[in-house]
């Protein structure tokens, strides 16, 4: 098939289409939310908070130390007491009225969060925001009926959760981690990633405006040294983290020994295969879903492309040409397919393993964009003649860039997408139903997509393989982390 | 072809923000675009004048209103139809092969688009004969369109497969190609008497085909949505599809055509309220 690729300019520019920023009015500075109430650090340590895009300083914020995480530990544990022993039909009542919060000032949260994270505002909008809310409404849903969900008669809490997320979706891993713990009964205390800790702390101004009571959720923000006090925290009786795989073996050896309940949701490297009779625009459009949203910061990201080589020369040009039409730009423009790269550090990391993929001799192209000249980026990139030996199939990037490996057999296929270290998500492309749960039976992944992928939903439970990690969020085995069973 | 992520890329496309000049653009081109078509048992050549007078001059307060494309009329209105745009480029198509059900001799249809093109037809748009498609003969399907186009000498054939009773996108993606191997100028969803009619997600996959068919022949087939696209909000979100699959070198009348009669007076109204930055209403456009 012959394909031009580059197409001539289109006369229909769109106009810049910038939702509001006026919808959310963030404070110069913001302190830690311990025991409902916003306080400095003991020390006195403040970090600023920058938007990705431009670089300006959104905000200060107080940086948590260990004496900041022994006060919101305590006063988690203060709280306990009460708040484990409310029915479950009162605590649903809270968690219900945070949904319907969150609901109201979707429009104001997902503007921050796109200041705050870099994300395209399509993104906070149609996907963030509406699964933060629908992630509270479904637990909420959980707190009276705990008695039925397979654990026998009145299961217990644990006690008070260390929570530890990270920055690629700040709202919805919160989400992901308070809801499940209050439902079940359990006090909170979360540290947000340190390029991320805004949405959090309008979080904390949600939960006061819920009424909930004092000390069930406390935030943290502060960096590494932060996190590992708490998890370290000899009264802390669960530790829940999502991010680096390096991080959470660290977590792990932090937690040997003692009577913690831990769950790991870490990195990956998410096998899209697509076989011959695939739904070739179909497929590709799950294939820039799988490694573009969010500029390919997901831990369950469709980075390794598995293509049977029959349909490669076919498949790589409908998707050179497709990427050719992503629009890179401000993350406020509701038009914007890709925003910016989190922070300098990952930038220069994405860089890094591009280079080395090129320097391995993999071929390299990037989508023909234009990249702003403040704030982060990286343009959705493309590897092609890539073998399972080369750096950019085996670790993790964590931006926009793809892999594209190929295959003869179904036998060939699995047996590729199977040897990773990881084992977060897989994403099957076949016309052929037989083919799909064939072929999903044998993927040692978490979550297997069939013709679709990054779709996510409260009700599915998420969780890894191998060194993506262990236990599950989401869900009725969800609420199995937060239970003492 | 996938059901679901079909649907899903019309939808995500549909969110596209189009505002200020990016819609003015739009709405000129929309309108540039448009088949003003009446096609009623009740239609006379009074109807038809009128019709006429409104594709040369849409906006009668705005003289830099683009015209519509065609108007679109039944064969024996063609003759009234032509009298009415002379003078202009507003083309005149007419329906024809025994239009809409298509139920009719070989004969018959041949001799409907030859009574067309004599009354003056520039564009003739004929409808398959579904009952052959639907019986998976093809082959039918295939050698009446040939037939057709053979017939319609100087005028361009616009293919009508009435998506609505194909029913699958599958179904629609193989009548994209039979009609376009069988020399369509233009592939057109539907003929506006059935329940489903232009969707965003059977244009897109239309679009998807006139893409590919060019990328492996060299030619370039027009693609015409018709029935249902009321608004400008609609109508923009279809230039949107245009734009981002088969792209720019659709974006023009002669390869992109909405089938469409109240969508003109919404575009107009959306176009006066672009101008002017008031709402106008109704009574501000004309009624015909």
New interface residues.
Partial sequence: MKTENVSPASPFAYAPAPESRSVVDIAPSYGLFIDGEFTEAADGKVFKSLSPSTEEVLSEVAQAGEADVDRAVKAARKAFEKWSALPGAERAKYLFRIARIIQERSRELAVLETLDNGKPIKETRDADLPLVAAHFFYYAGWADKLDHAGYGANPRPLGVAGQVIPWNFPLLMLAWKIAPALATGNTVVLKPAETTPLSALFFADICRQAGLPKGVVNILPGYGDAGAALTAHPDVNKVAFTGSTAVGKQIARTVAGTDKKLTLELGGKGANIVFDDAPIDQAVEGIVTGIFFNQGQVCCAGSRLLVQESIQDELLDSLKRRLSTLRLGDPLDKNTDIGAINSAEQLARITALAETGEAEGAERWSAPCELPASGYWFAPTLFTNVTQAHTVARDEIFGPVLSVLTFRTPEEAVAKANNTQYGLSAGIWTEKGSRILAVANRLRAGVVWANTFNKFDPTSPFGGYKESGFGREGGRHGLEAYLDV | ??A???E??AAGLG?????????A??ID?AISMIDLTTLEGADTPGKVRALGAKAVHPDPTDRTTPRTAAVCVYPDMVATAKQAVAGTDVKVASVATAFPAGRAALAVKLADVRDAVAAGADEIDMVIDRGAFLAGDYLKVYEEIVAVKEVSAQARLKVIFETGELSTYDNIRRASWIGMLAGADFIKTSTGKVGVNATPANTL?ML?AVR?FR??TGVQVGVKPAGGIRSTKDAIKF?VLV??TA???W?DNHWFRFGASSLLNDLLMQRQKLATGRYSGPDYVTVD
């Fill in positions: 072809m996938d679901v992520g079909l899903a890329r969110t596209r923000s189009i505002k200020t000049s990016a819609k653009y739009a081109l996959l998807e590919d990328a492996q230039l734009n981002e792209g720019a070198d974006l």
